[in-house]
């Protein structure tokens, strides 16, 4: 009885499938590991809602963790929401992207100065004049 190419085709591609699905696990574990071993007391972390803190504590009963995002303000969230642990060279990127006060009204006197563009063809540049309505007849 002759193989089926399509047979060894399907099994081919079950094997392949197999195998991505073994690796896939095994990284996405060896990952959470190396999560747990970072996530002490005094690390910076970033929660999955984009919350950036230290953490305080865990509670492994209770499956709490306790998060300090500004001096004297502390989170009670759950373990699972903690994202992932953030390197201090992160952090550092991260306050380069932040916009500050005096640059924004830097900003906005600069963009006062700019001359308004020309308006496109068919743009208007003015509110049209809406007719008052008429006054009833008495």
């Known amino acids: 009885m002759p193989f089926d190419p399509l047979l060894i085709l399907l099994f081919g591609l079950l094997v392949v499938m197999i195998f991505f699905t073994w690796r896939n696990s095994r990284k996405r574990k060896a990952d959470a590991e190396q999560m747990q071993n970072k996530l002490v007391p005094g690390a910076e972390i970033m929660t999955q809602h984009g919350i950036f803190g230290t953490l305080i504590s865990i509670d ?14 502390q989170l009670r969230v759950h373990r699972q929401t903690i ?10 990127h991260a306050d380069d992207d932040v916009v500050h006060d005096d640059e924004l009204v830097a900003d906005s ?30």
């Open 109 to 138: 006197v600069d963009d006062a100065a700019v001359e308004a563009p020309e308006p496109e063809f068919g743009e208007r540049t003015e509110k049209p004049k809406r007719s008052k309505p008429s006054e009833t007849a008495e």
């Open 60 to 73: 492994e009963e209770k499956n709490e963790a306790i998060v300090e995002t500004t001096p004297g303000t």
């Open 83 to 92: 994202a992932r642990v953030v390197d201090p060279i992160e952090l550092e």
